[in-house]
């Protein structure tokens, strides 16, 4: 794989998608091997939102790779407090690590950070854009839980404001797999989304009902409504709540239904679902670890 920065999940085709996986897969099942490969190495962590699985999944993979971070803290601790750019910070830190990840409430922001950096940039969520590390050890754990033989996977909840969804739709079109979007009407996939898709050969079918689809997947990707991101309040809670699943719906589905949800989750998992066969999305949310140590190593 050779990309300077990770931005977006468009710039993976599939191939770099299966060299990251197979990577992460030889890591799990060794760690010890690259336990000092990148002894050398700092990792900036710019996180300028909230993040509990990206920031320390991170954290954990450069430094399980012997490698250490600089973390810039929470922006409440920063000179951006004080009017600094997102340019000037980022153009700073490149100083003091060898690649940033960098979240960041504006969408594109990572491009933006990209284009002033000499050092590879890792997108780790632009406002409601894309979240292409997530994308991948997302596509992890559908491989090795469903594989992507006949895929059919449905992606239900906030479709609109989901930047998971949105990188998370692209790789899919790119294994060929069958995907269904469920969600409340006012979240739909974004039109520049559903065009893109199109552009790149999927057949975007869209549902208000997850029952529609559900005896057909093999897999069904739960989303949170991102509230932080609704301009009007009283437009989250006209949806709040509304799609949620639960053990009783799932006795309908397949057996061997996988049910994934990148976290944190509010209410539109069950807590009942957790102790079923299908919930795999703690798992998930581990495999951050080798996911994004096969990135660093062959990234960095
Ligand atoms: C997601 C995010 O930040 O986009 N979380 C994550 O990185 N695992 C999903 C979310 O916040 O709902």
Redesign the pocket.
């Known amino acids: 794989m050779r990309h300077d920065h990770l931005l977006s999940a468009k710039q993976l085709s599939r191939g770099d998608l299966e060299t990251v996986l197979d990577r992460a897969a030889e890591i799990a099942a060794d760690p010890g091997a690259v336990a000092d490969a990148h002894g050398d190495r700092l990792l900036g962590l710019c996180f300028f939102e909230p993040?509990t699985?990206?920031k320390m999944s991170f954290d954990a993979a450069m430094k399980r790779l012997g490698g250490d971070t600089v973390d810039m803290g929470s922006v409440e601790s920063t000179s951006v407090t004080k009017g600094e750019s997102l340019a000037d910070t980022v153009r700073v830190v490149a100083g003091y690590a060898d690649a940033l990840v960098l979240r960041h409430p504006s969408e594109g922001s990572a491009t933006l950070a990209s284009e002033f950096v000499d050092v590879p940039v890792l997108n780790g969520?632009d406002g409601a854009g894309q979240?292409p590390t997530?994308t991948l050890l997302d596509l992890y754990t559908i491989r090795e839980n469903a594989g992507f033989e006949d895929l059919t996977v449905g992606i239900m909840g906030d479709l609109k404001y989901?930047?998971?969804v949105h990188s998370l739709s692209h790789a899919l079109t790119n294994v060929d797999a069958t995907q269904h979007f469920v969600s409340p009407e006012s979240l739909r996939l974004p039109r520049s989304v559903r065009f893109d898709l199109h552009e790149a050969g999927a057949q975007v079918r869209e549902h208000t009902d997850v029952e529609e689809v559900l005896e057909t997947l093999d897999v069904l990707y739960v989303?949170?409504i991102?509230r932080e991101r609704f301009p009007d309040e009283n437009e989250y809670r006209k949806v709040a709540g509304e799609y949620r699943i639960d053990a009783g719906l799932l006795d309908r589905a397949d057996d061997d239904l996988t049910v994934m949800h990148?976290?944190?989750r509010v209410d539109e998992i069950a807590p009942d679902v957790d102790e079923t066969t299908h919930a795999k999305y703690f798992e998930q949310a581990h495999n951050g670890v080798p996911v994004r140590m096969a990135l660093l190593d062959l990234m960095l």
């Open positions: 993040s699985r990206t969520g979240h997530q989901g930047r998971t989303t949170r991102q990148p976290l944190p």
